[in-house]
């Protein structure tokens, strides 16, 4: 078998077999996707294939020629790109049939990128389609933050947390963003996002395991997550209801072995109740870009930043510097005995921080002995005037 009879089988199989197929896929590793294709035209089951799937096959495959995808993708600057090409992501896509539905047969793409290093260092951003402003937000700010640090953003092309995700991709232009459909790349769905997703087409990818035409249904929908949590180094779900259809992506990006983040959202909203109950179950806990890449493995300066309080004048002394600090009084006076006493220190110790302590600022001396200023006692300092 040729590599040319490989690709035509491999578009033909996808146009006349739902997604997601564990009898196809295993029945094309065992048999070619060309002897596959050759036997479901002909209506004869094939491996494990059940009659019925054999005859639905034969059915589309009338008066249907593999050639006529390829045509209408070229029409619309598209490809199709198979297991052995150089672009097939083979490191994302080799799990097999083992989990509940194995990969693609093939993907359809346009976009000036080349698929495999697009998503070499890539995270999905999920979530509710009927998002709130509060979800809308995060998820536009995610996706800049992560295509700022160079990592692509992944998503399904859809209203709410999608659309906003790979709008926050592209506004950062360091890094592309990933539209993985539910129906063909030339489709424009929803119809609302047709200038979106032709941006997106533009400077990123618009990804799809369906041939050109075709139409999406819930049941691609829920297939065609898994392909948005196998792309990517890990999936965040940024909002979700307790039955979002973002949770069966990250239902299938544990599976799959990806990190699972989600991001927590107000107690009292029903649309934040999923990701929530992601947190009970343990994702991890993401709010900013630098967490999602903490989370991920990614090092150097895509790192979070330990989240660090205001500065304080205390920051970096010693202990015994503290004691002598913590000893001195607020309001009253008290004499360098006392101050060693309360401190639990040598006086000759005393002797030596306070004058440090006072040209730091912290500490004032009158006739009567030491206390805190305003600085050292961490009250704020009023302005000269």
Do not use: K
């Not at 896929?25 to 209506?43: P, Q």
């Not at 290093?117 to 951003?125: F, K």
């Not at 459909?181 to 032709?198: F, K, M, N, T």
């Not at 890990?234 to 990006?253: D, F, I, K, P």
């Amino acid at each position: 078998m040729t590599g040319d009879e490989d690709r035509l089988a491999r578009v033909a199989l996808a146009r006349v077999c739902e997604p997601g197929m564990r009898s196809v896929y295993a029945a094309v590793e065992e048999l070619g996707a060309a002897a596959v294709w050759t036997e479901l035209r002909a209506g004869r089951p094939p491996g494990r294939v059940r009659p019925t799937t054999a005859e639905g096959a034969r059915l589309r495959a009338e008066r249907y020629g593999p050639l006529d995808d390829l045509r209408a993708l070229g029409r619309v600057g598209g490809r199709v790109v198979i297991p052995g090409d150089p672009e097939w992501p083979a490191e994302r896509l080799s799990w097999g049939a083992d989990l509940r539905e194995p990969p693609p047969l093939a993907l359809f793409v346009r976009g000036p990128h080349p698929l495999a290093g697009c998503v070499e260092r890539s995270v999905a951003l999920v979530g509710a389609r009927a998002a709130t402003a509060y979800g809308g937000h995060v998820a536009g700010e995610l996706g800049l933050g992560i295509a700022d640090r160079r990592w692509a953003v992944v998503s399904g092309g859809a209203y709410g947390i999608d659309g906003q995700a790979h709008r926050g991709a592209l506004s950062s232009q360091a890094a592309p963003t990933v539209a993985v459909l539910a129906c063909g790349i030339d489709v424009a769905y929803p119809r609302g996002h047709s200038s979106l997703l032709d941006r997106i087409a533009a400077d990123g990818l618009v990804v799809s395991e369906l041939p050109p035409g075709c139409a999406p249904t819930r049941s691609r929908f829920l297939v065609r997550n898994r392909v948005i949590a196998a792309l990517s180094v890990g999936t965040v779900v940024v909002e979700a209801a307790v039955r979002s259809g973002s949770l069966t992506t990250a239902r299938q990006a544990g599976d799959l072995g990806r990190v699972l983040m989600a991001v927590p959202g107000p107690v009292t909203s029903a649309m934040s109740a999923g990701s929530h109950q992601l947190l009970r179950e343990g994702a991890v806990c993401v709010t900013s870009a630098a967490d999602v890449l903490d989370a991920v493995g990614a090092l150097s300066d895509d790192a979070a930043v330990p989240l660090r309080g205001p500065a304080s004048p205390r920051d970096g002394l010693s202990e015994t510097v503290r004691q002598v600090l913590d000893a001195v009084p607020v309001r009253s006076w008290a004499g360098e005995a006392s101050i060693a006493r309360t401190a639990g220190v040598a006086a000759l110790t005393v002797q030596q921080i306070l004058p440090p302590l006072q040209v730091a600022g912290l500490v004032e001396q009158s006739l009567q002995g030491w206390r805190l200023t305003a600085l050292g006692a961490g009250r704020p300092v009023r302005a000269a005037s």
